[in-house]
């Protein structure tokens, strides 16, 4: 906890400055940021260092299939008002990175920590969280991602009668019954665009009623818990119902509910919801998500949609027809190689866009389109699809390597 001011171990600082010089050296050689092959290096030398780190800090845990990279930049920012943070703000979110990401800082008061869902439950015991914030579940990467349900199970077993503050989605019923094992929630109504997740009952099986906002299971009875804090509109509602405007740089619904999860947290640090939200105007991007870029003499703002909540989050905010969209989707390991979720989503919703199709699968995302009646362009190559897109500002959406790929390209 802060205030206990224990030096490292020898052996951690060894582990420490061992790992911190691979992660040089694989700069250096143009591998990436190092973050996570100077991690391993570190926690090899001293398993136990991921805890030692963490022990002087208020440790905040972000986890969630979507959303999660943003919220902790967004805490991260709100929390800055009460003293110094330490963050794996580029998304490096396994224990690896997240221990590479402690060991840069030795003043920080607070650890705002993006965790992959996989992981939370380990990640939770060896930080000790004051706070842990769940936003959603979906489905993603379904070669190797485990079964939604699954996760949260993994959740609700790896947090039950934790000491922690538990700040969670009261709209998804997943989330809720994950949580519902932790003493101490807060329920925040930060809304669930999709729902095909949660149709039925995570704690019986029993078919999910779900009238208007509201949702209940019709067999056992669990049903939405009341909500403390919600978005309604462009206000944050707290506890007090005092309404708190919400100003973001960041587009779309999605991210005010970001914000409206991240005030939650940074209220229970002791930050007023007005300080919170006025800092989290700060953020105009996430690495690299939401940035607008010059390329070839044209405007392309670029989106980050990794799996179907996803998608279907980022067309509500894309700007309307005729605006040309490029879509780029790739199958690398880190995309997860299976491309099947890409019949869960709407393209229908694209309907009016002149739509050209790159990356890596890009016949797979054309007949998808195809059978979505879709007027679209397969291209070779990110700069044939922006000399071909009608004039005006371009909206390209792809998934993880492919957006990596895009910001390699664009020089970004």
């Not at 009668?161 to 994950?178: H, Q, S």
């Not at 919400?246 to 947290?265: C, D, E, F, M």
């Not at 991007?285 to 279907?312: C, E, H, I, S, T």
């Not at 490029?326 to 739509?355: E, M, Q």
Request: a neutral charge.
């Amino acid at each position: 906890m802060a205030g206990n001011s224990d030096p490292l171990s020898p052996r951690a600082k060894l582990a420490v400055t061992a790992g911190k010089a691979v992660a040089a050296a694989s700069r250096a050689a143009g591998r990436g940021s190092g973050s996570v092959i100077g991690g391993r290096v570190a926690l090899k030398l001293d398993p136990d260092l991921l805890a030692r780190l963490a022990q002087n800090l208020d440790v905040v845990l972000v986890s969630a299939t979507n959303g999660k990279t943003t919220t902790t930049r967004l805490i991260a920012e709100a929390l800055r008002a009460a003293g110094p943070v330490v963050s794996n703000a580029l998304g490096a979110n396994m224990p690896a990175g997240i221990t590479s990401a402690l060991a840069g800082s030795s003043d920080a008061k607070f650890g705002v920590i993006e965790v992959d869902e996989k992981y939370l439950a380990g990640v939770a015991r060896d930080t000790d969280p004051k706070c842990i914030a769940l936003l959603n579940l979906s489905r993603d990467q379904l070669d190797r991602a485990a079964e939604t349900r699954m996760l949260a199970e993994n959740w609700r077993e790896g947090l039950a009668g934790t000491k922690a503050v538990v700040v969670a989605n009261a709209d998804d019923p997943l989330v809720v019954w994950a949580a519902s094992s932790s003493p101490n929630v807060i329920w925040v109504a930060a809304g669930q665009m999709w729902k095909d997740d949660a149709w039925s009952c995570p704690s019986c099986g029993g078919v999910m009623q779900r009238p208007g906002d509201d949702w209940f299971c019709g067999e056992c009875g669990f049903r939405r818990p009341t909500p403390s804090w919600a978005l309604s509109g462009d206000h944050v509602l707290d506890p007090h119902g005092s309404a708190w405007p919400i100003h973001l740089q960041l587009p779309g619904r999605a991210n005010k509910a970001n914000a409206t999860s991240s005030a939650a947290v940074a209220a229970v640090f002791g930050v007023p919801p007005q300080v919170a939200l006025e800092r989290m105007y700060q953020v105009q991007a996430v690495a690299g998500r939401y940035d607008v870029v010059q390329f070839m003499q044209r405007d392309l703002r670029l989106l980050l949609a990794k799996n179907p909540a996803g998608w279907l989050e980022t067309f509500s905010l894309i700007d309307p027809p005729p605006t040309p969209v490029i879509l780029s989707v790739n199958a690398r390991s880190a995309d997860g190689t299976d491309t099947s979720w890409l019949w869960d989503v709407d393209y229908t919703r694209l309907t009016g866009h002149p739509i050209f199709v790159i990356g890596d699968r890009r016949l797979d995302l054309a007949v998808r389109l195809e059978v979505a009646n879709q007027h679209f362009q397969v291209c070779e190559s990110l700069d044939q699809a922006v000399q071909s897109a009608p004039p005006g500002r371009i909206e390209v959406i792809a998934n993880y390597t492919a957006f990596q790929d895009l910001r390699r390209r664009v020089g970004n």
